[in-house]
């Protein structure tokens, strides 16, 4: 893998990853047009998504570090907000364990990630709209233990790559009575256990495989552009969602999810 295919593999995961279109579906897809095919370039997700996990505690560090502090004063909020993501991280770790190998033999292809694609466009432009009018509570003070569950639960059908761990969040916590912005933000928080414990034990895994294949100076371009891009996304993201709300991305993978359909997929 050379620093071009890097930069390009860590532009998309940096993209795409915070965005409710599924950073695996695409890398899958980019994977598979620049034919980089094997262990060591799958291994390669472990660099781009640390990237995109860096990306999260830069821009929340001031969150993050008062929670921190709060934890070791044990104040209430972040003991409730500790609590509320372990929760939500609970379920997706468990089904990841059990089905890991059955997804990866069965839905690592363009059929099943243009599949979800459409499924999830469709979901992310009909749901909103039976939502509408519904109450809705802002502010991560109001992710109770059993919303905390429920967007846990819709987490967990985000291992059907193509389907996007950020959509089915956002989602559940919409479905769950919490507001478009504050389901946003505590689904980029849940990506620290969950897109860490995944990069940890991928690393555990396949390490060697990476190692032989990628050069280090593709390693680090994209490490780097992953974290950079992933950054801009989760403010640029969350701005623009307290103005237009989900659709226009449920459009985007309806019609990327069938360009799929008819150019990929035999």
Request: proline share 5%; glycine share 10%; net charge positive.
């Amino acid at each position: 893998m050379n620093p071009w295919e890097a930069a390009l593999l860590g532009l998309v995961e940096g993209l795409t990853e915070f965005l409710p279109v599924s950073s695996t579906g695409h890398l899958i897809l980019v994977g598979h047009l620049l034919r980089l095919e094997g262990e060591g370039a799958h291994a390669f997700e472990i660099v781009i998504q640390l990237g995109a996990l860096l990306a999260v505690v830069v821009h929340y560090r001031r969150l993050l570090g008062a929670r921190l502090g709060g934890l070791f004063r044990r104040e209430r909020a972040s003991l409730d907000l500790l609590v509320a993501l372990l929760l939500a991280f609970a379920p997706v770790a468990a089904a990841g364990l059990l089905l890991r190998k059955a997804i990866k033999r069965w839905l690592f292809g363009p059929g099943p990630v243009a599949a979800a694609l459409v499924v999830g466009g469709l979901a992310m432009i009909l749901l909103p709209r039976l939502l509408r009018g519904r109450p809705r509570v802002d502010g991560l003070e109001q992710v109770t233990p059993r919303r905390a569950l429920l967007i846990g639960l819709g987490q967990c059908l985000a291992l059907w790559p193509g389907a996007s761990r950020s959509m089915c969040t956002i989602l559940a916590a919409e479905a769950a009575g919490l507001s478009t912005a504050t389901a946003a933000e505590f689904s980029f928080l849940l990506a620290l256990p969950t897109l860490g414990a995944a990069t940890l034990y991928e690393a555990m895994k396949s390490w060697r495989p990476l190692l032989e294949t990628v050069p280090p100076l593709s390693m680090a371009v994209g490490l780097a552009v992953s974290f950079l891009v992933a950054w801009a996304v989760i403010a640029a993201f969350l701005r623009y969602l307290a103005r237009t709300g989900l659709a226009p991305f449920g459009v985007y993978r309806l019609a990327l999810g069938l360009v799929v359909f008819f150019t990929l997929v035999r």
